[in-house]
């Protein structure tokens, strides 16, 4: 018989050709190119709402003796990105020799201007060929945008709308969050610029919470003006300190102007001539009413609020109009009870008139009256018929009695 060999087992033989190559550095062709993303960068970390930045990525071939042929690079984005400008870009080949800046591609990405802070994911795809065969490589990159909280503030409304001299008035403020981070935590505080206008400590200060970015949060604080307040402009200054979602903390500050408009106010004063009332009597009072303000009071409707010891007929007072310092006279008949207590004792009067323009309002003032009891001999004075009555019964008893003398000495 004839003597054969036994054939080498295919993987024992793949096996030895391996470790024959190795020792004697014996190197084989690859089977295709590989492109590889080396690393990426990103002109500006993290990114700004608002702004374009500059994604550069960085490939390379890493086959020494396979180009890669036809390489295409696609970015795909995300909200809040998007590309300016083609979304792929090409080069003819890629070898492992090339210089660095042929693997080079760089996007340029618009932030929108409302986008939140985050880590988004960007998407990168490089396809090549080689020898009728495509390949294709996917790699994600992360891109964050940042930012911090930017507060804008406005006064959304006013109760009431009109703020005068004198009134008490709820402001409302909207602070708005213009930044792309979220706001943990917040608080509103505010003062006054000047004494005539007091920020009522109730609503001074007021914890205002957390603000989503593009949100916004309001806060109401009480003014109240004094009543001798110049009509005018009065600075009221605002801030709210916050914490955004790092913790890290910060501060805005506002001023507003507060418009005081001008309007009519009211004093009143009896005339200068006005005699000391004397109890149980009535007596004609001339009354001043006089225009304190700053504007024109018209179709005034004076109505007189009597207190004890004072009584009146309640008769409406009408002026046409009255001027920022001009007077007007009310003649009143006054009825003092007789257990009026000597002394000033006070009146009041309730003023409705309108401003130029054709607004309604209301006001009130007191004012005081000297009173005084009858002395002995008003108070004798007041029963002088009663001693007539008495001397004409006397002066008829007395001449009766001389007629019936003269009768007798007849």
């Given at each position: 018989?004839?003597?054969r060999?036994?054939?080498l087992?295919p ?14 550095g014996i190197?084989?062709?690859s089977?295709?190119p590989?492109i ?6 990103v002109s ?5 709402p608002?702004?374009?930045i500059?994604?550069?990525?960085a490939y390379k071939?890493i ?7 036809t390489?295409?690079?696609?970015l ?6 998007s590309?300016?400008g083609p ?5 003819s080949?890629?070898c ?10 760089t ?12 880590t988004?994911q960007?998407t990168?795809?490089?396809t ?5 065969s ?8 992360n891109?964050r945008v ?5 507060f804008t503030?406005?006064?959304?409304s006013?109760?009431p709308?009109?703020v005068?001299?004198?009134?008490t008035?709820?402001?409302t403020v ?12 917040s608080?509103?505080?505010f003062s ?5 206008v007091?920020?009522k400590w109730a609503g001074?200060?007021?914890e ?7 949100a916004s ?5 009480s003014?109240?003006?004094?009543k001798?307040a110049?009509?005018g402009?009065?600075?009221i ?8 979602e790092?913790?890290a903390?910060g ?7 507060l418009?005081?408009?001008?309007k009519?106010?009211?004093g ?8 000391v009332?004397?109890?149980?009597s009535?007596?004609e ?10 504007d024109?009071?018209?179709k005034?409707?004076?109505?007189i609020?009597?207190?004890f010891p004072f009584s ?8 046409d109009?009255?001027g920022p310092g ?7 008949t006054i009825h003092?009870d007789k ?7 006070v009146?009041?009067?309730v003023i409705d008139y309108?401003d130029?323009q054709g607004r ?7 004012f ?6 009858r002395?002995?001999e008003?108070t004798a004075w007041?029963?002088?018929y009663?001693?007539a ?9 007395i001449i009766r009695?001389?007629?019936g ?6």
């Amino acid at each position: 018989m004839e003597n054969r060999k036994k054939p080498l087992n295919p993987a024992i033989a793949g096996f030895a050709i391996l470790a024959l190559a190795m020792l004697f550095g014996i190197s084989f062709a690859s089977v295709q190119p590989k492109i590889q993303l080396q690393n990426y960068s990103v002109s500006e970390i993290p990114a700004s709402p608002g702004h374009v930045i500059a994604l550069t990525l960085a490939y390379k071939s890493i086959e020494w003796d396979n180009c890669a042929d036809t390489v295409s690079v696609q970015l795909s984005t995300p909200y809040p990105f998007s590309i300016q400008g083609p979304d792929t870009q090409y080069v003819s080949t890629l070898c492992l020799n090339d210089s660095p800046s042929k693997g080079t591609f760089t996007f340029l990405l618009p932030v929108d201007s409302l986008a939140q802070t985050g880590t988004y994911q960007l998407t990168s795809v490089v396809t090549y060929e080689k020898r009728f065969s495509k390949y294709t490589e996917t790699n994600t990159i992360n891109v964050r945008v940042g930012g911090s909280p930017s507060f804008t503030a406005s006064v959304s409304s006013s109760n009431p709308v009109d703020v005068y001299p004198g009134d008490t008035a709820a402001v409302t403020v909207t602070f708005q969050n213009t930044g792309s981070s979220l706001v943990e935590t917040s608080r509103a505080q505010f003062s006054s610029g000047s004494p005539a206008v007091e920020v009522k400590w109730a609503g001074s200060s007021q914890e205002t919470g957390q603000v989503q970015p593009r949100a916004s949060v309001p806060a109401t604080f009480s003014i109240e003006v004094d009543k001798n307040a110049t009509p005018g402009l009065y600075p009221i200054y605002a801030s709210i300190t916050y914490a955004d979602e790092l913790k890290a903390t910060g501060a805005q500050n506002f001023t507003f102007l507060l418009p005081v408009k001008k309007k009519a106010d009211f004093g009143a004063a009896p005339a200068q001539d006005t005699p000391v009332l004397i109890a149980s009597s009535d007596t004609e009072v001339t009354i001043m009413l006089n225009n304190t303000g700053y504007d024109t009071a018209r179709k005034v409707k004076v109505s007189i609020r009597p207190r004890f010891p004072f009584s009146t007929d309640g008769t409406v007072r009408y002026v046409d109009s009255i001027g920022p310092g001009q007077s007007a006279p009310l003649l009143y008949t006054i009825h003092t009870d007789k257990d009026a207590t000597a002394g000033q004792q006070v009146l009041g009067l309730v003023i409705d008139y309108e401003d130029q323009q054709g607004r309604q309002f209301s006001d009130s003032v007191d004012f005081s009256l000297g009173v005084r009891q009858r002395t002995l001999e008003e108070t004798a004075w007041d029963y002088w018929y009663v001693g007539a009555i008495i001397g004409v019964f006397l002066l008829i008893t007395i001449i009766r009695r001389i007629i019936g003398l003269f009768r007798k000495k007849k």
